[in-house]
């Protein structure tokens, strides 16, 4: 979540043409991905010598996997982000990509909420699920139509237009990433 969180600042901050902001809010995001690199790997020493079953122990190692893609499609984000000349962007072009971070975030609070809710009430881990996958589909939408507004536009030098190009696919890879998760919930609720 402080990856996701932190990317939406960045963004934010880039596309006010604030700098020094834009550029703490990638050092977290940066920060927020190596923590999730260590706790990812120590969860998996963990599984690998506990006494679950094989079957729960593989289930939560690809959780983590695809919780940790989260983050790492966040610092990916933040790395074009860092590329982008924000002040040659027409305001159209970086409103849509402070939208399609917005969804992301969201979808993020909805995995947050699924992942907390799979042991315990995993009835209500499915339902925060559906609402990621919604939540997904919302930013493959923005994602649409960042592109169509980006094809339209004449005044963006070839550069800037293939980092925003790919600003936005980035970004839409946080969601896709928090819905590859949430179906990996899914399964491991219906195992149990």
Aim: charged share 40%; glycine share 2%; aromatic share 2%.
């Amino acid at each position: 979540m402080n990856a996701v969180e932190d990317l939406e600042k960045a963004v934010k901050a880039s596309v006010d043409l604030n700098e020094k902001e834009a550029k703490a809010a990638i050092e977290r995001v940066t920060n927020s991905e190596k923590e999730a690199d260590s706790l990812r790997r120590a969860v998996m020493t963990d599984l690998a010598g506990g006494e679950m079953p094989p079957v729960d122990r593989e289930d939560l190692m690809h959780l983590m996997k695809r919780v940790d893609m989260v983050a790492d499609w966040c610092r990916e984000s933040t790395r074009i982000l860092a590329a982008v000349p924000m002040n040659d962007v027409p305001e159209k072009l970086r409103e849509a990509v402070v939208k399609m971070v917005e969804g992301a975030k969201e979808c993020a609070a909805a995995l947050y909420r699924c992942i907390n809710r799979m042991a315990e009430k995993p009835e209500e881990a499915m339902k925060a699920a559906d609402e990621v996958e919604r939540l997904e589909e919302k930013v493959d939408d923005l994602h649409e139509n960042a592109r169509r507004l980006l094809a339209k536009e004449e005044k963006l030098n070839v550069g800037a237009a293939v980092l925003m190009n790919e600003l936005y696919d980035s970004v839409e890879m946080v969601a896709d990433w928090c819905e590859d998760a949430c179906d990996q919930v899914r399964i491991i609720v219906v195992r149990r």
